[in-house]
Nanobody, 123 residues
Framework: QVQLVESGGGSVQAGESLRLSCAASGYTYSIYNIYCMAWFRQAPGKGRDRVAT????????SYAESVKGRFTISRDNAKNTLYLQMNSLKPEDTGMYYC?????????????RGQGTQVTVSS
């Protein structure tokens, strides 16, 4: 079983940056076999949307159109930590950010999820 804990959220002005972290803990074998990890965002009153994905084997990444060019997802395998560097933040980036991990190759069934960290961007 793997536990995920997010940190790094906060309140910033539009145009500023934040870096979110997601620390994974649990069985080393389970962490090693994570197929992909992702960051999701849930704005107030809206559903949860995936904003960035990283495939742990290849290191390849993908992004939602709304964050492409501004957000960067990365992973430090030695620290078992996932990051989301968010630059040029906009008010519409406001929401609760969650990290998640999947073991199946569809990268759709996220069996581990964190509790979230709040990001608030004011204009």
């Amino acid at each position: 079983q793997v536990q995920l804990v997010e940190s790094g959220g906060g309140s910033v002005q539009a145009g500023e940056s934040l870096r979110l972290s997601c620390a994974a803990s649990g069985y080393t074998y389970s962490i090693y076999n994570i197929y992909c990890m992702a960051w999701f965002r849930q704005a107030p009153g809206k559903g949860r949307d995936r904003v960035a994905t990283i495939y742990t084997g290849s290191g390849s990444t993908s992004y939602a159109e709304s964050v492409k060019g501004r957000f960067t997802i990365s992973r430090d395998n030695a620290k078992n930590t996932l990051y989301l560097q968010m630059n040029s933040l906009k008010p519409e980036d406001t929401g609760m950010y969650y990290c998640a991990a999947a073991w199946k190759t569809s990268c759709q069934d996220f069996a581990a999820r964190g509790q979230g960290t709040q990001v608030t961007v004011s204009s």
